[in-house]
C-alpha cells in the first residue's frame, strides 16, 4: 500500500513569516512529486512538481525532495493571508497518492 | 497553465434523477482523466481513472453502474450518476493528465451536487 503523510496541522504562521510544510512518501520508486493548494469549497490548484533531488523555487514558493529520506517539503516565503489554505502533497504512481492534507493559516 | 472545465458547476435534483457531469480539457489533449469525490472536511477520494476509448477503472467501493464514465474523446469525458439519492450529494472533482509536457495532473473547478 502506497502512502503519503503529512501533519494535518493546522499550521499557523504571522503573515510574513515561512511556513514549512512537509510529506513522506512510501514507495522509492516515486518519480514525480506535486503540491496542490485547496481552498475551503474549491478544487485542487497545481502550485509546483518537482522529479529531481534539491529545490525548485518559483516566486515565493521553493519545494524541495530528498529522494534518499522519501522525503518532499514545501516552503512559502513571506506568507501571506491568501495563502490560508490545505495543502496536499502528492505522489505520482499513474494515479496520484496523496497525503491528508496540511491546513495553514496565515495570521495578519 | 492547462486548463481544465466542467459543467454545470452546482446542480440540485430530485432523488432517483441522473445528473450528467462534463469535463473539458481546454488546452490540451487528456488521454487519461481522473474522477474524484470529496465530502465536507474530507480528503478527495478517487472514483475512477477515465481512458479514451476505453472503459474506465473504478476504484474498490465504487459502484460503476451508478457512476457511468465516458471518455469519447481527447478533451471530454462525462461522469452521469444514475438514481441519485441524497447520500451522493458531495463535490465532485474531474482531473486531466498531461502526459505530453509535464505528466501533471490539472483539476477542474469541481460540481457541487445536492440530491433532495
Known amino acids: 500500500q502506497k502512502e503519503v503523510e503529512q501533519n494535518s496541522g493546522p499550521l499557523s504562521v504571522p503573515e510574513g513569516a515561512i511556513a514549512s510544510l512537509n510529506c513522506t512518501y512510501s514507495?522509492?520508486?516515486?518519480?514525480?512529486f506535486f503540491w496542490y493548494r485547496q481552498y475551503s469549497g474549491k478544487s485542487p490548484e497545481l502550485i509546483m512538481f518537482i522529479y529531481s533531488n534539491g529545490d525548485k523555487e518559483d516566486g515565493r514558493f521553493t519545494a524541495q525532495l530528498n529522494k534518499a529520506s522519501q522525503y518532499v517539503s514545501l516552503l512559502i516565503r513571506d506568507s501571506q493571508p491568501s495563502d490560508s489554505a490545505t495543502y496536499l502533497c502528492a505522489v505520482s504512481g499513474g494515479k496520484l497518492i496523496f497525503g491528508q492534507g496540511t491546513e495553514l493559516s496565515v495570521k495578519p | 497553465g492547462a486548463v481544465v472545465s466542467q459543467h454545470p458547476s452546482w446542480v440540485i435534483c430530485k432523488s432517483g434523477t441522473s445528473v450528467k457531469i462534463e469535463c473539458r480539457s481546454l488546452?490540451?489533449?487528456?488521454?487519461?482523466m481522473f474522477w474524484y469525490r470529496q465530502f465536507p472536511k474530507q480528503s478527495l477520494m478517487l472514483m475512477a481513472t477515465?481512458?479514451?476509448?476505453?472503459?474506465?477503472?473504478?476504484e474498490q467501493g465504487v459502484e460503476k453502474d451508478k457512476f457511468l464514465i465516458n471518455h469519447a474523446s481527447l478533451t471530454l469525458s462525462t461522469l452521469t450518476v444514475t438514481s441519485a439519492h441524497p447520500e451522493d450529494s458531495s463535490f465532485y472533482i474531474c482531473?486531466?493528465?498531461?502526459?505530453?509536457?509535464?505528466?501533471?495532473?490539472?483539476f477542474g473547478p469541481g460540481t457541487r451536487l445536492t440530491v433532495l
Open positions: 482531473s486531466a493528465l498531461d502526459t505530453a509536457s509535464t505528466d501533471t495532473q490539472y
Open positions: 477515465s481512458n479514451e476509448g476505453s472503459k474506465a477503472t473504478y
Open positions: 514507495d522509492r520508486g516515486s518519480q514525480s
Open positions: 488546452d490540451f489533449q487528456a488521454t487519461t
